[in-house]
């Protein structure tokens, strides 16, 4: 059975990460057809096309939809535009991937939900954090060797290098997800801190959260967007272990690392280039196994993971960070 998949939007993140992955796919699963690639400048969609081998290239959605008839379509578009245009797909019934976050705030992003749910259309957001193997393997290891009421606490801190973004939320929102993945619990309350870096552009700012999970466990937050390193990382705290995640390599840790102590002595140790997934960026970090997989479930009739609904708390925490509110109580 074939799979036939078109792309909306062939920009930075797209080049970089999500076309590799397709290339990939293509070259282990032969039924995949990379249809079409759309892209409002037509030199961008052509290169696409050419880079990832995708058989047409087109600058209007409309019109390659209509032509290709796609079973899956991968949206990668600016995030003003992806709420509407994923509203649009979902109607049309055809099984959507969307990059984060799907909607800028809870309206948005419930009336999503609402068309996906009226239309029964398969969905998924794509959080890469929660399909990086590193992450994978952590959250597995989490999984069968304890319950989320278990977990006695969670540092994750989330720092990048000359990033005076106006809007810092839409990349906030990947450490505000990461930690309700791990933890298997949403935030019950946060309270926020900012510190303002006026001088280095509109809105630059440290965000500090601290947060009580409905598990009960304790999560703190620190995004800190002009550092003097690209990092993630976390540490999940239990009774007599932690876990020690480098998620992001970087000049300390170059493919990024997992290790896990117990009674002050390494239990595990993991490196990001000795997973399963491979050594390129787009496989440590995430990217080809969210496609693959979703690709996968589509092709196989499967409901894939990760849907817009177990999104949503996401989009209104970093929402929360947008408004510069101070406190945050889910309801």
């Given at each position: 059975?074939?799979?036939?998949?078109?792309?909306?939007?062939?920009?930075?993140?797209?080049?970089?990460?999500?076309?590799?992955?397709?290339?990939?796919?293509?070259?282990?699963?032969?039924?995949?057809?990379?249809?079409?690639?759309?892209?409002?400048?037509?030199?961008?969609?052509?290169?696409?096309?050419?880079?990832?081998?995708?058989?047409?290239?087109?600058?209007?959605?409309?019109?390659?939809?209509?032509?290709?008839?796609?079973?899956?379509?991968?949206?990668?578009?600016?995030?003003?535009?992806?709420?509407?245009?994923?509203?649009?797909?979902?109607?049309?019934?055809?099984p959507?991937?969307?990059?984060?976050?799907?909607?800028r705030?809870?309206?948005?992003?419930?009336?999503?939900?609402?068309?996906?749910?009226?239309?029964?259309?398969?969905?998924?957001?794509?959080?890469?954090?929660?399909?990086?193997?590193?992450?994978?393997?952590?959250k597995?290891?989490?999984?069968?060797?304890?319950?989320?009421?278990?977990?006695?606490?969670?540092?994750?801190?989330?720092?990048?290098?000359?990033r005076?973004d106006?809007?810092?939320?839409?990349?906030?929102?990947?450490?505000?997800?990461?930690?309700?993945?791990?933890?298997?619990?949403?935030?019950?309350?946060?309270c926020?801190?900012?510190?303002?870096?006026?001088?280095?552009?509109?809105?630059?700012?440290?965000?500090?959260?601290?947060?009580?999970?409905?598990?009960?466990?304790?999560?703190?937050?620190?995004?800190?967007?002009?550092?003097?390193?690209?990092?993630?990382?976390?540490?999940?705290?239990?009774?007599?272990?932690?876990?020690?995640?480098?998620?992001?390599?970087?000049?300390?840790?170059?493919?990024?690392?997992?290790?896990?102590?117990?009674?002050?002595?390494?239990?595990?140790?993991?490196?990001?280039?000795?997973?399963?997934?491979?050594?390129?960026?787009?496989?440590?970090?995430?990217?080809?196994?969210?496609?693959?997989?979703?690709?996968?479930?589509?092709?196989?009739?499967?409901?894939?993971?990760?849907?817009?609904?177990?999104?949503?708390?996401?989009?209104?925490?970093?929402?929360c960070?947008?408004d510069?509110?101070?406190?945050?109580?889910?309801?």
């Amino acid at each position: 059975m074939s799979l036939r998949i078109c792309v909306i939007g062939c920009g930075s993140i797209a080049n970089a990460m999500h076309g590799p992955s397709y290339l990939k796919y293509a070259d282990v699963n032969r039924e995949a057809v990379f249809a079409g690639c759309c892209d409002v400048i037509a030199e961008r969609a052509a290169d696409f096309k050419s880079r990832f081998g995708f058989a047409n290239a087109y600058t209007d959605m409309d019109e390659m939809i209509t032509r290709e008839k796609p079973d899956a379509v991968c949206l990668i578009s600016p995030v003003f535009m992806t709420a509407e245009l994923a509203g649009k797909i979902l109607d049309m019934r055809i099984p959507l991937l969307l990059e984060k976050p799907p909607g800028r705030t809870t309206e948005e992003t419930m009336r999503l939900i609402n068309i996906a749910e009226r239309n029964k259309t398969p969905n998924r957001v794509a959080f890469n954090r929660r399909y990086a193997p590193l992450v994978r393997t952590l959250k597995g290891m989490l999984d069968e060797g304890y319950t989320p009421d278990q977990i006695q606490s969670l540092q994750y801190d989330m720092f990048r290098v000359n990033r005076p973004d106006e809007d810092f939320s839409t990349t906030a929102i990947h450490a505000i997800d990461a930690v309700r993945f791990i933890m298997g619990s949403d935030y019950e309350s946060i309270c926020f801190f900012y510190r303002e870096y006026p001088q280095y552009g509109n809105n630059v700012a440290d965000i500090h959260m601290q947060c009580k999970m409905k598990s009960g466990a304790a999560a703190n937050l620190n995004i800190c967007p002009v550092t003097g390193l690209n990092v993630e990382r976390a540490v999940v705290n239990l009774y007599n272990n932690t876990f020690f995640l480098d998620y992001l390599g970087n000049e300390m840790y170059a493919a990024g690392r997992l290790v896990k102590t117990e009674g002050n002595h390494i239990t595990f140790s993991l490196d990001g280039d000795h997973t399963p997934d491979g050594t390129q960026p787009f496989e440590r970090e995430g990217f080809y196994y969210e496609n693959m997989s979703f690709f996968n479930d589509i092709m196989n009739g499967r409901t894939p993971s990760g849907d817009l609904g177990t999104a949503l708390q996401s989009v209104e925490v970093a929402q929360c960070i947008r408004d510069r509110q101070r406190e945050y109580i889910s309801l």
